[in-house]
């Protein structure tokens, strides 16, 4: 069981850290497009790699940091059904929903991705704009970080949910326990 809780914290520290470098991408997006508007707007230049890279850069952002909502539960889900429902009955669903749908949905993407990266490396692609942006294939590689941090996090996920059904959540942090219904509710104070 240790050896579980270690799981979780090594993937979940992965992904933690994956997010937290790779969300301050939002704040050069803002500025490169705010650059590409005023540009355009006040002075009628327009360099087409400006406008590639803010497009890329929300790509990359978005891609890395798939598997650090998925630790901070910030992904789509019923909650209406999931939020109110026990310990015992929100581990079986997360483990059931990682072994049912998420695991298989990643084994796809990188099955198939693996292919259409591996081509844009040796074509060394590049934006297909004339003056846009070199090194795409830098870009599409994204796609099988996505899948691996999110598949990673599926089994922290997993491997929490097998140490709440064994009642030995106490060796995870507090911040990577399931939440009781009391404290996400905001009815009981720490």
Same mark, same amino acid.
């Given at each position: +069981? /240790?050896?579980?809780?270690?799981?979780?914290?090594?993937?979940?520290?992965?992904?933690?850290?994956?997010?937290?470098?790779?969300?301050?991408?939002?704040? #050069?997006?803002?500025?490169?497009?705010?650059?590409?508007? *005023?540009?355009?707007? *006040?002075?009628?230049?327009?360099?087409? &790699?400006?406008?590639?890279?803010?497009? &890329?850069?929300?790509?990359?952002?978005?891609? #890395? $940091?798939?598997?650090?909502? =998925?630790?901070?539960?910030?992904? $789509?889900?019923?909650?209406?059904?999931?939020?109110? @429902?026990?310990?015992?009955?929100?581990? +079986?669903?997360?483990?059931?929903?990682?072994?049912?749908?998420? =695991?298989?949905?990643?084994? *796809?993407?990188?099955?198939?991705? &693996?292919?259409?990266?591996?081509?844009? &490396?040796? =074509?060394?692609?590049?934006? #297909?704009?004339?003056?846009?942006?070199?090194?795409?294939?830098?870009?599409?590689?994204?796609?099988? @970080?996505?899948?691996?941090?999110? @598949?990673?996090?599926?089994?922290?996920?997993?491997? /929490?949910? $097998?140490?709440?059904?064994?009642?030995?959540?106490?060796?995870?942090?507090?911040?990577?326990?399931?939440?009781?219904? @009391?404290?996400?509710?905001?009815?009981?104070?720490?």
């Amino acid at each position: +069981m /240790r050896a579980l809780a270690l799981i979780v914290r090594i993937i979940s520290g992965i992904n933690a850290l994956v997010g937290n470098v790779f969300s301050w991408l939002s704040l #050069a997006i803002v500025a490169v497009c705010f650059t590409v508007v *005023v540009q355009r707007y *006040v002075f009628s230049i327009s360099y087409v &790699w400006m406008q590639d890279l803010y497009v &890329w850069l929300n790509g990359a952002m978005f891609t #890395a $940091v798939a598997g650090f909502a =998925l630790l901070r539960n910030d992904h $789509v889900r019923v909650d209406i059904f999931y939020r109110p @429902a026990s310990i015992r009955r929100k581990a +079986m669903v997360d483990l059931i929903g990682v072994f049912l749908f998420l =695991l298989p949905f990643t084994y *796809v993407v990188i099955n198939f991705g &693996w292919s259409f990266v591996a081509r844009s &490396w040796r =074509l060394h692609e590049a934006s #297909a704009n004339v003056g846009g942006m070199p090194g795409l294939f830098i870009l599409k590689s994204f796609i099988i @970080a996505f899948a691996v941090l999110l @598949a990673l996090q599926g089994i922290a996920m997993a491997a /929490r949910a $097998v140490l709440a059904l064994a009642d030995r959540e106490d060796l995870l942090p507090p911040c990577l326990r399931y939440e009781s219904v @009391a404290v996400s509710t905001g009815e009981a104070e720490a």
